[in-house]
């Protein structure tokens, strides 16, 4: 690659040099009117899901590539389906971190689909960053999507969350809003909190124990509590996160158990935040652990309408991007 | 070879000579400075109109990658990097690959540098095998293949009990350590300082308190047997706190610091920008005032690149993969003087830094331009401007975050043991 498509430290590379959203791999530093043009195109897609040919000619004659480097279901699969109802072709490529020989893999397999003349890119890799060097090293040639990097961004998740709270809970500059779990760790929390802060979000809470839920967060604009019952008192919509199993592993949390004894939201713990408060999960869930069954296939849960609306906010991004591009 | 340099700003933080002098140079010293012996006849007369002359500078902390596999740069390409920075006299660090850990990898070295002939190559031989505080290496026999120190690199020992046997053992041999002081607990994994960025980008920091802990832990230590320590690359108030309690107490202990510490803060990563990874990380802007005042008041004693080349290959890896260093040799008197136009030290104050205090700590003769010193000369216009293009370094490193910084201070000359190596 030359030295000139590689210019590091020139501000946020998913705008191309006219000031165009060209990639989305962070929400963070969007502006407020890209994330509405977001959310209400994907409003327009919703519909169509309900159509008996779910299909618009939008991306016709464009592939998008599946780049996935992490095992995923839901993100990839919606991401097939969104590209696939905008009448792309998609190409799914799964690459498995223990075969890929990291780094130099990753640049020489975008190459290598690139001469194949592809449109866009949906990347997910286990390290913060990927997307951004693919897209540094693209430039203007083709979209990229990040559907997560490392610990460091899942900006449709985030889209989807916040498409989900402003239809389901109503406007974001009056809600209060908590995300409780493993925050430290998490690419769909620094995703959640950036979007929400932009949309006006009045107050965003972060909840977990110090281990996970360090003060340092406080930067990123967050309230931290490391009291369940304290932190979701007046809040309007629970966000809670994913356990990862290695978080056991480098004693971060004795075991899961003690973690649902402090933080697990159970039936009784919904009630010390606001009646009806809506419950999002990003999947996949572990029950009994971050959330009670009785919790995650209850009245107040939104998951699988998350699922839902995954898909209209995905087709939306994959829409705005490639117009971007000057095809539409 | 005869030669006078007329009419040039002779600063010579050696002795504080601070003038417009007349040099002449003879078989490898300076003969006079001032005024010259009427009889001396000069092969070469150069004008120093406008220049500055100083004592060359002494890098204390240089990759070349020799021995290696020449992808990232060799022996040949960084010495010439270094001549452009107006570098004399550089150490080779032990982290080569091999490492130089054993006394036929410092022959190899000594072969390859005589051969070159361009700056001075000082050699050390790693402290520990394979630098990994585990077991000691074959001390005096590096010191007999030419070792003038031994260094952990950037590579901690993890074990107190070893590290105090290391520097027993290397104190018999009356050469100076230098130790990359970090808790390897508490930096685990971590690839960039543990702050606000770090939160926001996701990435795994390295936390300020670990160097702390490890320089701490690193001096009491060398305390147990009087081993003179030096840390080359300082990047925390705290940890200079250590080192000033050390030396109130009388203990062998100096440090250094890189100029990209003194210029740059974490937020220079931006996003993900590799060119910015280094180790120590850079830290955040109240460490970095911290650090050039340390530098005013003198506790800092010396400034390094810490030059770390690598070539185009690492540019499409990503942030974690990417290997921690920065290549900038070339620069390092043009950066340094930055520190000057910001009114951090004067220019004296940063030409000592860069010759005056390296030499003190690696125990080299004190680096002079006075009659019968050393012939080690770098000649600079403080007026010449310019751009810095990364594509255009000799260096084969293109890893540095400086590209389009405008500067000021280009070398003109680089005299070792009067022989012109470079000319800009």
């Given at each position: 690659?030359?030295?000139?498509?590689?210019?590091?430290?020139?501000?946020?590379?998913?705008?191309?040099?006219?000031?165009?959203?060209?990639?989305?791999?962070?929400?963070?530093?969007?502006?407020?009117?890209?994330?509405?043009?977001?959310?209400?195109?994907?409003?327009?897609?919703?519909?169509?899901?309900?159509?008996?040919?779910?299909?618009?000619?939008?991306?016709?004659?464009?592939?998008?590539?599946?780049?996935?480097?992490?095992?995923?279901?839901?993100?990839?699969?919606?991401?097939?389906?969104?590209?696939?109802?905008?009448?792309?072709?998609?190409?799914?490529?799964?690459?498995?971190?223990?075969?890929?020989?990291?780094?130099?893999?990753?640049?020489?397999?975008?190459?290598?689909?690139?001469?194949?003349?592809?449109?866009?890119?949906?990347?997910?890799?286990?390290?913060?960053?990927?997307?951004?060097?693919?897209?540094?090293?693209?430039?203007?040639?083709?979209?990229?999507?990040?559907?997560?990097?490392?610990?460091?961004?899942?900006?449709?998740?985030?889209?989807?969350?916040?498409?989900?709270?402003?239809?389901?809970?109503?406007?974001?500059?009056?809600?209060?809003?908590?995300?409780?779990?493993?925050v430290l760790h998490s690419r769909v929390?620094?995703?959640?909190?950036?979007?929400?802060?932009?949309?006006?979000?009045?107050?965003?809470?972060?909840?977990?124990?110090?281990?996970?839920?360090?003060?340092?967060?406080?930067?990123?604009?967050?309230?931290?509590?490391?009291?369940?019952?304290?932190?979701?008192?007046?809040?309007?919509?629970?966000?809670?996160?994913?356990?990862?199993?290695?978080?056991?592993?480098?004693?971060?949390?004795?075991?899961?158990?003690?973690?649902?004894?402090?933080?697990?939201?159970?039936?009784?713990?919904?009630?010390?935040?606001e009646p009806g408060a809506l419950v999002?999960?990003?999947?996949?869930?572990?029950?009994?652990?971050?959330?009670?069954?009785?919790?995650?296939?209850?009245?107040?849960?939104?998951?699988?309408?998350?699922?839902?609306?995954?898909?209209?906010?995905?087709?939306?991004?994959?829409?705005?991007?490639?117009?971007?591009?000057?095809?539409? | 070879?005869?030669?006078?340099?007329?009419?040039?700003?002779?600063?010579?933080?050696?002795?504080?000579?601070?003038?417009?002098?007349?040099?002449?140079?003879?078989?490898?010293?300076?003969?006079?400075?001032?005024?010259?012996?009427?009889?001396?006849?000069?092969?070469?007369?150069?004008?120093?109109?406008?220049?500055?002359?100083?004592?060359?500078?002494?890098?204390?902390?240089?990759?070349?990658?020799?021995?290696?596999?020449?992808?990232?740069?060799?022996?040949?390409?960084?010495?010439?990097?270094?001549?452009?920075?107006?570098?004399?006299?550089?150490?080779?660090?032990?982290?080569?690959?091999?490492?130089?850990?054993?006394?036929?990898?410092?022959?190899?070295?000594?072969?390859?540098?005589?051969?070159?002939?361009?700056?001075?190559?000082?050699?050390?031989?790693?402290?520990?095998?394979?630098?990994?505080?585990?077991?000691?290496?074959?001390?005096?026999?590096?010191?007999?293949?030419?070792?003038?120190?031994?260094?952990?690199?950037?590579?901690?020992?993890?074990?107190?009990?070893?590290?105090?046997?290391?520097?027993?053992?290397?104190?018999?041999?009356?050469?100076?350590?230098?130790?990359?002081?970090?808790?390897?607990?508490?930096?685990?994994?971590?690839?960039?300082?543990?702050?606000?960025?770090?939160?926001?980008?996701?990435?795994?920091?390295?936390?300020?308190?670990?160097?702390?802990?490890?320089?701490?832990?690193?001096?009491?230590?060398?305390?147990?047997?009087?081993?003179?320590?030096?840390?080359?690359?300082?990047?925390?108030?705290?940890?200079?706190?250590?080192?000033?309690?050390?030396?109130?107490?009388?203990?062998?202990?100096?440090?250094?610091?890189?100029?990209?510490?003194?210029?740059?803060?974490?937020?220079?990563?931006?996003?993900?920008?590799?060119?910015?990874?280094?180790?120590?990380?850079?830290?955040?802007?109240?460490?970095?005032?911290?650090?050039?005042?340390?530098?005013?008041?003198?506790?800092?004693?010396?400034?390094?690149?810490?030059?770390?080349?690598?070539?185009?290959?690492?540019?499409?890896?990503t942030f974690t993969q990417a290997p921690?260093?920065?290549?900038?040799?070339?620069?390092?008197?043009?950066?340094?003087?930055?520190?000057?136009?910001?009114?951090?030290?004067?220019?004296?104050?940063?030409?000592?830094?860069?010759?005056?205090?390296?030499?003190?700590?690696?125990?080299?003769?004190?680096?002079?331009?006075?009659?019968?010193?050393?012939?080690?000369?770098?000649?600079?216009?403080?007026?010449?401007?310019?751009?810095?293009?990364?594509?255009?370094?000799?260096?084969?490193?293109?890893?540095?975050?400086?590209?389009?910084?405008?500067?000021?201070?280009?070398?003109?000359?680089?005299?070792?043991?009067?022989?012109?190596?470079?000319?800009?």
């Amino acid at each position: 690659m030359s030295a000139a498509t590689f210019r590091f430290g020139e501000g946020n590379p998913q705008y191309d040099a006219q000031g165009r959203l060209r990639h989305l791999l962070s929400t963070e530093g969007l502006r407020e009117r890209e994330l509405l043009q977001i959310l209400d195109t994907a409003e327009s897609f919703l519909s169509i899901a309900h159509r008996s040919v779910k299909k618009t000619p939008t991306l016709r004659g464009r592939t998008i590539v599946n780049l996935f480097f992490e095992n995923s279901t839901r993100t990839r699969s919606t991401f097939e389906l969104a590209a696939k109802r905008l009448s792309a072709d998609v190409l799914n490529i799964a690459v498995s971190t223990s075969s890929a020989s990291k780094g130099e893999s990753l640049m020489d397999t975008v190459n290598n689909l690139m001469a194949m003349q592809v449109d866009g890119f949906v990347i997910r890799h286990p390290e913060a960053g990927a997307a951004h060097l693919v897209a540094r090293h693209l430039g203007d040639s083709a979209l990229v999507v990040n559907a997560g990097d490392g610990q460091h961004a899942h900006p449709t998740q985030a889209l989807l969350d916040v498409f989900t709270i402003r239809r389901l809970a109503g406007p974001i500059e009056d809600r209060v809003v908590a995300i409780v779990g493993d925050v430290l760790h998490s690419r769909v929390a620094r995703s959640q909190i950036h979007a929400l802060s932009i949309l006006g979000c009045p107050e965003i809470r972060v909840i977990g124990p110090r281990t996970l839920v360090p003060e340092a967060l406080s930067a990123l604009g967050v309230h931290v509590y490391h009291d369940l019952q304290a932190g979701l008192r007046g809040v309007d919509v629970i966000c809670a996160l994913r356990l990862q199993r290695e978080r056991m592993e480098s004693h971060r949390l004795p075991s899961l158990d003690e973690f649902h004894r402090r933080f697990g939201l159970t039936p009784e713990r919904l009630q010390w935040a606001e009646p009806g408060a809506l419950v999002l999960h990003p999947g996949p869930i572990n029950r009994g652990v971050e959330i009670a069954s009785e919790v995650a296939d209850g009245a107040q849960a939104v998951i699988l309408k998350q699922v839902a609306h995954g898909l209209a906010v995905r087709m939306a991004v994959l829409t705005i991007l490639a117009g971007a591009a000057g095809g539409e | 070879m005869h030669r006078i340099i007329r009419n040039i700003r002779v600063m010579d933080p050696h002795d504080g000579f601070d003038a417009v002098a007349d040099l002449a140079m003879a078989d490898g010293r300076i003969v006079a400075r001032g005024t010259l012996p009427a009889d001396f006849m000069a092969e070469e007369v150069l004008d120093g109109s406008g220049l500055i002359a100083c004592p060359g500078f002494i890098e204390t902390s240089f990759q070349a990658h020799t021995p290696g596999h020449g992808r990232d740069g060799d022996l040949a390409s960084e010495l010439r990097a270094a001549l452009v920075g107006g570098v004399t006299q550089v150490l080779l660090r032990p982290d080569t690959q091999p490492m130089a850990d054993t006394p036929a990898v410092l022959q190899e070295q000594r072969v390859l540098a005589d051969r070159l002939a361009l700056a001075k190559v000082h050699l050390s031989g790693a402290l520990t095998t394979q630098l990994q505080g585990a077991a000691l290496t074959e001390m005096a026999g590096l010191a007999e293949a030419g070792a003038i120190a031994f260094s952990q690199a950037k590579e901690p020992v993890p074990s107190a009990a070893l590290l105090r046997l290391a520097l027993s053992y290397a104190a018999d041999l009356g050469l100076p350590v230098l130790l990359h002081g970090e808790e390897p607990a508490l930096a685990a994994h971590g690839v960039m300082h543990e702050g606000h960025l770090s939160i926001r980008l996701g990435l795994t920091g390295r936390p300020a308190a670990a160097e702390q802990i490890g320089v701490q832990r690193d001096i009491a230590i060398a305390a147990l047997s009087g081993c003179p320590i030096h840390f080359p690359h300082l990047s925390t108030a705290a940890a200079v706190a250590e080192v000033t309690a050390a030396r109130q107490r009388g203990e062998p202990v100096t440090c250094g610091v890189s100029i990209h510490h003194l210029l740059l803060t974490e937020q220079d990563v931006g996003f993900f920008n590799l060119h910015a990874k280094t180790l120590p990380p850079l830290r955040s802007a109240a460490e970095r005032d911290a650090l050039r005042h340390a530098l005013a008041t003198g506790v800092i004693t010396a400034i390094s690149s810490d030059h770390s080349p690598w070539g185009v290959d690492r540019e499409g890896m990503t942030f974690t993969q990417a290997p921690f260093g920065i290549a900038a040799v070339e620069w390092l008197l043009p950066l340094a003087l930055r520190l000057v136009d910001e009114g951090v030290v004067d220019m004296m104050t940063v030409l000592s830094l860069l010759s005056v205090g390296p030499a003190q700590a690696l125990g080299l003769p004190a680096p002079s331009l006075a009659a019968g010193a050393t012939a080690d000369l770098c000649i600079f216009d403080p007026e010449s401007y310019f751009t810095v293009e990364p594509a255009r370094q000799w260096s084969r490193g293109r890893n540095l975050p400086y590209g389009q910084w405008e500067l000021r201070g280009q070398v003109r000359y680089t005299l070792v043991e009067g022989r012109v190596v470079f000319r800009g």
